[in-house]
């Protein structure tokens, strides 16, 4: 487990300490995050003149958006990692059936070709008798 973390951190140019489990790293990029939203929304005229209730609620909206957008978007490689990990296991099978026949394929060649070299030896045995049967004629 982890060690309890404290650390001081600047959010809309005011100070907060963040405490968690998580690293301190972590904790600072969450504080980034949050003063990147504030500092998105300064720069909009509009926003200058909402207060600050409204500023705040504006602001966690677009943080909830953000939020579920990139779960959206984790649920979309989810379902494209499980596709691909079905069209592999599908590959995979594919292959081992080839290779299945592969090796079927190889085995009758090899049969084929221990039929052709007897065929070939009973010939040359045959025609050695046909021309000893001539010979002897």
């Known amino acids: 487990m982890n060690k309890f973390n404290d650390i001081e951190v600047i959010i809309n140019n005011k100070r907060y300490t963040l405490s968690g489990y998580e690293s301190e790293e972590y904790l600072q990029r969450v504080a980034s995050y949050i003063n990147n939203k504030h500092n998105e929304f300064k720069n909009k005229d509009a926003f200058k003149f909402l207060d600050s209730e409204l500023k705040n609620i504006l602001i966690q909206i677009n943080i909830a958006d953000d939020y579920y957008k990139e779960k959206e978007k984790l649920k979309e490689l989810e379902e494209e990692s499980n596709e691909k990990s079905n069209e592999i296991f599908n590959l995979k099978h594919e292959l081992i059936a080839a ?7 190889e085995q009758e060649i090899e049969s084929l070709k221990n ?23």
Do not use: C, G, M, P
């Open 115 to 137: 039929e052709l070299s007897e065929a070939q030896k009973k010939i040359i045995r045959l025609e050695t008798e046909l021309q000893d049967a001539r010979r002897r004629r």
């Open 99 to 105: 290779s299945t026949k592969l090796q079927s394929a």
